[in-house]
Antibody
Framework: QVQLVESGGGLVKPGGSLRLSCAASGFTFSDYYMSWIRQAPGKGLEWVSYISSSGSTIYYADSVKGRFTISRDNAKNSLYLQMNSLRAEDTAVYYC?????????????WGQGTLVTVSS | NFMLTQPHSVSESPGKTVTISCTRSSGSIASNYVQWYQQRPGSSPTTVIYEDNQRPSGVPDRFSGSIDSSSNSASLTISGLKTEDEADYYCQSYDSSILWVFGGGTKLTVL
């Protein structure tokens, strides 16, 4: 079955860096766009970044532009998020999600999430 | 740019029907499809409605979606409420200029 498994979260100091990974299985990874979406503790969902199926097109939310870098390795069925210059407000559960292209653009399924805590 | 606004919380009794709204701040609600995600406590979101009113396979027909141009809003209606429906629900839309936008989420309590 389709599965997305995130890893790499943890506790990091403000200004520090972290690299998240998302391992995909159960589908042809290279056929799908992917995104990272985050959820601060007790808060709602915030889209963070998008990467096209080939990796040639990338978008970021304004809140992370210039600090985060999304990438993918289709040979390894993996998605990544390099997070630099981390701030307290980046504390959240980070989900990777497979993109759906139909009459609209949405996400299904989502991984279980990995918690990133930015604190001194 | 637009925002999607949802009520913070709603509550209803088992067996009843509840409707959760998602109001678009500017531009027509009909301009871009709306999706609805359910997030049970401690779990990741799952899709219950896509493209305004379509149900993924496996989602009970107790879940339905609609849009109302007069109020510029989308709605998620859950009939025959069950305790397992207790969750947070998020609406989401896509626009080529702002990309993906989520509503703030609505906590549904089934009491």
């Amino acid at each position: 079955q389709v599965q997305l498994v995130e890893s790499g979260g943890g506790l990091v100091k403000p200004g520090g860096s972290l690299r998240l990974s998302c391992a995909a299985s159960g589908f042809t990874f290279s056929d799908y766009y992917m995104s990272w979406i985050r959820q601060a503790p007790g808060k709602g969902l915030e889209w963070v970044s998008y990467i096209s199926s080939s990796g040639s097109t990338i978008y970021y939310a304004d809140s992370v532009k210039g600090r985060f870098t999304i990438s993918r390795d289709n040979a390894k069925n993996s998605l990544y998020l390099q997070m630099n210059s981390l701030r307290a407000e980046d504390t959240a559960v980070y989900y990777c999600a497979r993109g759906v292209v139909a009459a609209s653009y949405w996400f299904d399924p989502w991984g279980q999430g990995t918690l990133v805590t930015v604190s001194s | 740019n637009f925002m999607l606004t949802q009520p913070h919380s709603v509550s209803e009794s088992p067996g009843k029907t509840v409707t959760i709204s998602c109001t678009r701040s500017s531009g027509s609600i009909a301009s871009n499809y709306v999706q609805w995600y359910q997030q049970r406590p401690g779990s990741s979101p799952t899709t219950v409605i896509y493209e305004d009113n379509q149900r993924p396979s496996g989602v009970p027909d107790r879940f339905s979606g609609s849009i109302d141009s007069s109020s510029n809003s989308a709605s998620l209606t859950i009939s025959g409420l069950k305790t397992e429906d207790e969750a947070d629900y998020y609406c989401q839309s896509y626009d080529s200029s702002i990309l993906w936008v989520f509503g703030g989420g609505t906590k549904l309590t089934v009491l």
